[in-house]
C-alpha cells in the first residue's frame, strides 16, 4: 500500500513537472511570436519612411516591376509629406488583402488594397470613383498617417496624391477630409448618368471638415482614400481627391 501511495505521488510529481514545463515554454513561444510581430511592423515602418523622402521617382516602373512577381500589385499609392508610400493590391474581393499579406499570410494589417469594383485600366473614363483601403495601425504605418487631415494646417499642406498603375502616372488634389460612421455610404461605384454622380461627389465635398477652393464637376475621376477612425463608433476617416490634368 505504502509502495502505491510513493508510485502515485510520482507519477503525479511527473505529471505537474510536465504541465509546468508546458505552460513555460508556451509562455516563452508567446512573448517571442509577440516580439517579432512588432519588430517585423518596426521594420516595414522604417522601410516606408525611407521610400517617402525620395522624391522624383518612377512609382509606374516600381509597380510594373512588383506586378512580374505579384499580379495583384495594382498601383503605387504616395502621400508626399507622409509615410504613406506603398503599392496597392486588388483582388475579385475586399477580404483578401484585409488581414492577409501579399504572400496570402495571415497579418494583422494586411495590405492597401483598392476595392475589387474598381477598375483601373482606363482610370480617364467618366463617372470613374476610385477606393483604396489601409489599416490604421495606431503607429505610422498603412493609412495612419490619413488621420493628420484632421488638423487644419496639415489639410492645407498636403493637398496632393500621387498615384501610379500599371498603365500611367497620375495626381489628385485633395477636396475633402472628414470622420464619419459606415451609416454614410461614401464608397458607392455605380451611378446611373453623371448627373447623380455629379450630386454624390458634391455630396463629398460638403462632408468636408475644412472648406477648399477646390471645383469639382460631375466630370472629375475621384480617388478615396479610407481608414479606421477609432473615436467614434464603426469610425472612418476618408480623403477624397480629384485627378488633375497638369
Known amino acids: 500500500m505504502l509502495k502505491t501511495n510513493l508510485s502515485n505521488k510520482k507519477i503525479i510529481i511527473i505529471l505537474i513537472s510536465v504541465l509546468v514545463v508546458a505552460i513555460i515554454g508556451f ?25 517617402s523622402k525620395q522624391e522624383n521617382r518612377d512609382l509606374q516602373k516600381e509597380i510594373s516591376v512588383i506586378n512580374e512577381t505579384y ?53 480617364n473614363k467618366e463617372k470613374q470613383h476610385y477606393i483604396v483601403y489601409g489599416h490604421n ?11 493628420n487631415y484632421k488638423n487644419e494646417d496639415f489639410f492645407k499642406e498636403h ?16 477636396f475633402s477630409a472628414y470622420s464619419t460612421s459606415t451609416d454614410f455610404y461614401y464608397i458607392d461605384t455605380t451611378f446611373r448618368n453623371l448627373d447623380e454622380f455629379g450630386n454624390y461627389i458634391k455630396s463629398l465635398k ?13 466630370e472629375d475621376t475621384i480617388l478615396t482614400l479610407s481608414t479606421c477612425d477609432y473615436d467614434i463608433a464603426d469610425g472612418r476617416y476618408v480623403v477624397h481627391a480629384k485627378l488633375i490634368n497638369e
Open 27 to 51: 509562455i516563452i513561444s508567446f512573448f517571442l511570436s509577440r516580439n517579432s510581430f512588432f519588430n517585423e511592423e518596426s521594420e516595414d515602418k522604417s522601410k516606408v519612411i525611407t521610400d
Open 137 to 147: 495601425t495606431e503607429i505610422d504605418s498603412r493609412f495612419t498617417p490619413l488621420l
Open 71 to 123: 499580379k495583384d500589385a495594382k498601383a503605387w499609392i504616395k502621400v508626399p509629406g507622409t509615410s504613406i508610400d506603398s503599392p496597392v493590391y486588388q483582388s475579385d474581393n475586399n477580404d483578401r488583402y484585409l488581414r492577409n499579406d501579399k504572400d496570402n499570410a495571415q497579418t494583422r494589417w494586411g495590405e492597401n488594397f483598392l476595392d475589387y469594383r474598381c477598375n483601373i485600366d482606363n482610370i
Open 206 to 218: 460638403e462632408k468636408s471638415e475644412y472648406e477648399t477652393n477646390v471645383e469639382i464637376t460631375r
Open 159 to 174: 493637398k496632393y496624391v500621387e498615384f501610379a498603375t500599371l498603365n500611367g502616372s497620375y495626381k489628385f488634389e485633395v
